[in-house]
């Protein structure tokens, strides 16, 4: 996610175990792990390689499927919140402020953790395993997505609108929860790729 490693480059197992000190089984548990969340690649005769970066296409789509899967979460998740949860809502919000957004992946990562622990709050509010699953593989790729902007933009925008999503869902209003998530989400892919 920092970029060290660009797009195609080979990922020596043995190189990395030493670097790590680590043994090898674990190291290739770990980019098993990364193919899967289409970080790494795992290609015969080449072996693994780091992804290349998403394309506008991808993130057409992986907004799209975020549009049709997190709106109906936060529906589900308005009849569902506990206090531990909201509690978990609001420690997010308050990391992710303007503060975390500048600057290379490594300067935002507090804000990239808080804004997926705030999603992912909300998946699992909403009582679906497998829905709260498939927002989690996705998650790997939201984050790789914003290595698109030069500079992290909107983030006045961005506090505003998990705001709204956490008010509506503090009124258990299904509609206005859908509603809020379908604005966040629409702005979001806006300032990715106006």
Do not use: K
Not at 30 to 54: H, I, Q, S, W, Y
Not at 58 to 70: I, N, V
Not at 167 to 182: F, P, S
Request: net charge negative; with cysteine; hydrophobic share 45%.
């Amino acid at each position: 996610m920092d970029q060290e490693l660009a797009p195609g480059a080979r990922l020596n197992i043995d190189a990395l175990a030493r670097e790590m000190s680590v043994s090898s089984t674990p190291l290739r548990e770990a980019l098993a792990g990364l193919c899967a969340r289409g970080l790494v690649r795992n290609e015969a005769f080449l072996g693994f390689t780091v992804a290349p970066m998403p394309d506008q296409a991808f993130l057409r789509d992986l907004y799209e499927t975020r549009l049709r899967l997190e709106p109906w979460l936060a529906g589900q998740a308005a009849a569902r919140m506990t206090p531990e949860a909201i509690t978990r809502l609001r420690d997010s919000l308050a990391d992710m402020g303007a503060h975390v957004r500048s600057g290379p992946w490594q300067t935002h990562r507090t804000h990239a953790a808080a804004d997926e622990a705030f999603h992912a709050t909300i998946a699992e509010a909403s009582g679906n395993q497998p829905a709260r699953q498939a927002l989690a593989a996705l998650n790997a790729q939201v984050h790789a997505s914003r290595l698109y902007m030069t500079a992290q933009r909107g983030a006045e925008e961005t506090t505003r609108e998990h705001e709204a999503i956490l008010g509506a869902l503090l009124r258990r209003d299904a509609a206005a929860a859908e509603a809020a998530m379908i604005h966040h989400l629409t702005a979001s892919r806006e300032r990715l790729a106006p």
